[in-house]
């Protein structure tokens, strides 16, 4: 089974969730969801018909209001823990970004390497000006420059993408430079290095197969 409308879910999560998710994400916690709750932020949320765990990196929290269901598949943001929850006491983090999970279903009928994949973007298939694609331990870290004019203003156009596989399903992690603070490009890799062993963490067992992945990921990106 195969989600079908990926494109769609990023453009809803981004779109109609994204400006206001935003402002939750600076260091001030000053934004439109600061001061909605004194108690702490969630640091874990399930997606896929919750098949899938997100959890993100120490001083992350999941903004539940992102999430979004459909198709089998899921998608939801994080941000720093206390400008979400809008207590000054919950965690914070010295390098502010935008994290996303996207879980998309694999379908059995397509097949594809990590090693495949990673040639893929390597010669310059695929969206989002994709600057290197280096493959990890099973798992594809894209580093991509987006010049698309539906990228919100809030957001540098610069982010990190980690893709692999697991129970099923394709991941696709994504850190995105804010651009007020911009986070340099050593900074990026490392958060998103820290984001997929939280979420392999959380999820147990990782696949390295790369089943189905290549047949979604223009569609992701």
Do not use: H
Not at 38 to 52: D, L, Y
Not at 192 to 197: C, G, N, R
């Amino acid at each position: 089974m195969s989600l079908g409308q990926p494109k769609r879910l990023r453009r809803l999560a981004l779109q109609g969730m994204m400006l206001a998710f935003l402002a939750a994400c600076s260091q001030t916690g000053g934004g439109v969801l600061a001061g909605m709750s004194r108690s702490k932020a969630p640091t874990t949320a399930r997606i896929a018909n919750g098949r899938v765990t997100v959890a993100g990196p120490q001083g992350f929290c999941v903004q539940k209001s992102t999430r979004v269901s459909r198709g089998g598949g899921g998608f939801i943001a994080l941000g720093q823990c206390a400008s979400i929850s809008g207590n000054p006491q919950d965690t914070t983090v010295a390098n502010p970004a935008l994290l996303s999970v996207s879980a998309t279903p694999i379908s059995d009928r397509a097949a594809a390497s990590p090693a495949a994949l990673q040639r893929y973007f390597s010669e310059g298939n695929g969206q989002g000006g994709v600057k290197s694609a280096e493959l990890e331990g099973g798992v594809l870290f894209v580093r991509a420059r987006d010049t698309s004019a539906r990228r919100p203003n809030d957001l540098s156009n610069s982010y990190w993408r980690a893709m692999y596989s697991s129970n099923g399903y394709l991941i696709s992690l994504t850190v995105s430079s804010l651009a007020d603070s911009p986070i340099t490009e050593a900074t990026g890799r490392r958060l998103l290095a820290d984001f997929v062993k939280a979420m392999q963490a959380a999820n147990g067992q990782r696949e390295n197969t790369g089943k189905g992945v290549l047949s979604v990921f223009n569609r992701l990106l």
